[in-house]
T-cell receptor
Framework: GENVEQHPSTLSVQEGDSAVIKCTYS??????FPWYKQELGKRPQLIID?????GEKKDQRIAVTLNKTAKHFSLHITETQPEDSAVYFC?????????FGSGTRLLVRP | EAGVTQSPTHLIKTRGQQATLRCSPI?????VYWYQQALGLGLQFLLW???????NRGNFPPRFSGRQFPNYSSELNVNALELEDSALYLC??????????????FGEGSRLTVL
């Protein structure tokens, strides 16, 4: 069935360092790959997304890369700040719905 | 512009009872999605409604059901509640078409506790 795997489940970095979260998906027809950030007690919010006709997309300190052949996509956060601490979810479209990964809890140590 | 709104914020039920959760999408959005987020876990897809019809459902038993009204609002019903149904239920709406999945806008969620 449709599946998205996300690693690592937890990630602790020093402020200013980079953080990388990786996901793989199973549905070869997936063509939309968003990343959501969920702060404690709040709703998930989109931070960046990419479509299958693009290999990389950047927005200030965050970037996403997509390898369709390998069915991998990754989130890169540079110059991390304490306010980046949250749970991050990757997702892949599959038959007009989004399948989410299990989430990565990112802790940025001041 | 109002975002996705959900009610109630919190709901406490006992095993065997029924729960009804409600969602109003962003104005102009016709698609409504329901996800279950159990404590410490990810978002599990429950149901997708579009233009008043159920278009897809996740791997949940039939006691999870719902509907979408002509104004595109939606409700999720959970019958014969079990302890493991305790979770945050998130509703999301999308302006994407069926041929072009787009951003999901989430509500704040309804936290269901089953005792």
């Amino acid at each position: 069935g449709e599946n998205v795997e996300q690693h690592p489940s937890t990630l602790s970095v020093q402020e200013g360092d980079s953080a990388v979260i990786k996901c793989t998906y199973s549905d070869s027809a997936s063509n939309y790959f968003p990343w959501y950030k969920q702060e404690l007690g709040k709703r998930p919010q989109l931070i960046i997304d990419i479509r299958s006709n693009v290999g990389e997309k950047k927005d200030q300190r965050i970037a996403v890369t997509l390898n369709k052949t390998a069915k991998h996509f990754s989130l890169h956060i540079t110059e991390t700040q304490p306010e980046d601490s949250a749970v991050y979810f990757c997702a892949a479209s599959s038959r007009y719905k989004l399948i989410f990964g299990s989430g990565t809890r990112l802790l940025v140590r001041p | 512009e109002a975002g996705v709104t959900q009610s109630p914020t919190h709901l406490i039920k006992t095993r065997g009872q029924q729960a009804t959760l409600r969602c109003s999408p962003i104005s102009g959005h016709t698609s409504v999605y329901w996800y279950q987020q159990a404590l410490g876990l990810g978002l599990q897809f429950l149901l997708w409604y579009d233009e008043g019809e159920e278009r897809n459902r996740g791997n949940f038993p039939p006691r999870f059901s719902g509907r979408q009204f002509p104004n595109y609002s939606s409700e999720l019903n959970v019958n014969a509640l079990e302890l493991e149904d305790s979770a945050l239920y998130l509703c999301a709406s999308s302006g994407g078409t069926r041929g072009n999945t787009g951003e999901l806008f989430f509500g704040e969620g309804s936290r269901l506790t089953v005792l």
